[in-house]
């Protein structure tokens, strides 16, 4: 069974930096894109990340590129998103998600809620 | 970036009503479409890929259809447990993206 468990979420200051981790069983994560996506409260979803398989290329959003960074530890079966400079209108639900393009299956989500 | 249009942004329906939703993409995305549900406090689930192919698990009652910029995604016999939320997604070009949503409620 595939199963996708974010983690690292958390209320946080305007300007600071928060990193969420995504721990990955049931397939064999090293053979798979990844993606974070995350949802406003009460607003619709928006992809944010994509990274390949094996790290050779990453794709971001306008709205964090040069922000965020995301990268993954195949032998942890781990993706990560390092989030820097926070600011108000990046409070969400932060989803990831297995799939090489389409995106087949989500993590249950983590909250990060930037807030002074 | 492709802008995916769906309407309508909520639909009402009694139980037994089929029910259609439309995504248009401001350009051609080869039917790289996916359909997707999601309920209150929930993770978004793919019922949809590739414009028509249910994944495994989702009732035979949801279809979809559509080619070039214009794309469609029904119930029929709409159920209590398909009160929900539901996305369209373009995966033909980076980077991906959603229609805003369109949510269900019952009459």
């Known amino acids: 069974e595939v199963q996708l468990v974010e983690s690292g979420g958390g209320l946080v200051q305007p300007g600071s930096s928060l990193k969420l981790s995504c721990v990955a069983s049931?397939?064999?994560?090293?053979?798979?894109?990844m993606h974070w996506i995350r949802q406003a409260p009460k607003k619709g979803l928006e992809w944010i990340a994509l990274?390949?398989?094996?790290?050779?290329?990453?794709y971001y959003a306008d709205s964090v590129k040069g922000r965020f960074t995301i990268s993954r530890d195949n032998s942890k079966n781990t993706l990560y998103l390092e989030m820097n400079s926070l600011r108000s209108e990046d409070t969400a639900m932060y989803y990831c998600?297995?799939?090489?393009?389409?995106?087949?299956?989500w993590g249950q989500g983590v909250m990060v809620t930037v807030s002074s | 970036d492709i802008q995916m249009t769906q309407s309508p942004p909520s639909l009402s329906a009694s139980l037994g009503d089929k029910v259609t939703i439309t995504c248009q993409a401001s350009?051609?995305?080869?039917?790289?479409i996916a359909w997707y549900q999601q309920k209150p406090g929930k993770a978004p689930r793919l019922l949809i890929r590739?414009?028509?192919t249910l994944e495994s698990g989702t009732p035979s009652r949801f279809s979809g259809s559509g080619s070039g910029r214009d794309y469609s995604f029904s119930i029929s016999n709409v159920e209590s447990e398909d009160i929900a939320s539901y996305y369209c997604?373009?995966?033909?070009?980076?980077?991906?993206?959603f229609g805003g949503g369109t949510k269900l409620e019952l009459k």
């Open positions: 998600a297995k799939g090489d393009w389409e995106l087949d299956y």
């Open positions: 049931g397939f064999t994560f090293s053979s798979y894109n």
């Open positions: 990274i390949y398989y094996d790290s050779s290329n990453k």
């Open positions: 350009q051609n995305i080869n039917k790289y």
């Open positions: 590739y414009t028509s």
């Open positions: 997604l373009q995966y033909d070009n980076l980077p991906p993206t």
